[in-house]
């Protein structure tokens, strides 16, 4: 459970984290469940999704809805480097800090499932559900790391993919472990 439920007040809220960032994030919706969602892609606030949802969905869920760095009120990095869906997925773990959730469950589209699928793999005892919704695969951003001279922490995304049991054949998207319709 939070550990202050003023943080999961309906309306906007900012904090500052362990790095001295300024993150900001918006919260929709009043039920029981807490779903973090991070804004969908570069430069796209959160507003996209303020109002996205009917009423029941509100009813049963409350959204905290990250702006992730450089975007709407959130600060930049003072190493511009450091704007990587890999190093945004740190924002997403402050939040949950911030909020004082064991776990979260993430649900996110377009580049917010790129983060969202960052931050599962390095923090996976961190997520309970991961729910992406037209995003890019895991093996497509290593497919372009490898182009740019590759990543340090290649081995651990391996690993993690085998873990997560995310897609058998990346390249179709035709076969995947569990087929079911969602």
């Known amino acids: 459970m939070p550990t202050d439920s003023g943080d999961l007040a309906v309306g906007a809220h900012a904090f500052t984290t362990s ?4 993150l900001t994030y918006f919260v929709t919706g009043t039920g029981p469940l807490v779903l973090v969602n991070v804004a969908p892609g570069w430069g796209c606030a959160s507003g996209l999704y303020h109002n996205s949802f009917g009423q029941e969905i509100y009813d049963a869920f409350t959204f905290v809805h990250l702006e992730y760095r450089g975007t709407h009120g959130s600060s930049f990095p003072e190493d511009m480097a450091q704007m990587s869906s890999w190093h945004m997925a740190e924002d997403v773990e402050h939040l949950r800090e911030h909020l004082g959730l064991e776990q979260v ?3 996110d589209h377009s580049n917010g499932g ?5 931050y599962a793999i390095r923090f996976p005892t961190r997520v309970r559900r991961l729910v992406l919704m037209c995003s890019n695969l895991v093996t497509s951003m290593k ?3 490898a182009r740019a001279g590759g ?4 081995p651990t995304l391996n690993a993690a993919e085998r873990k997560l049991n995310l897609v058998q054949d990346v390249r179709t998207c035709s076969t995947t472990k569990d087929s079911r319709s969602y």
């Open 114 to 118: 790129v983060i969202a699928l960052w």
């Open 19 to 22: 790095t001295n960032a300024t």
């Open 151 to 154: 990543l340090p922490h290649a």
């Open 143 to 145: 497919r372009r790391a």
């Open 105 to 107: 469950d993430v649900l």
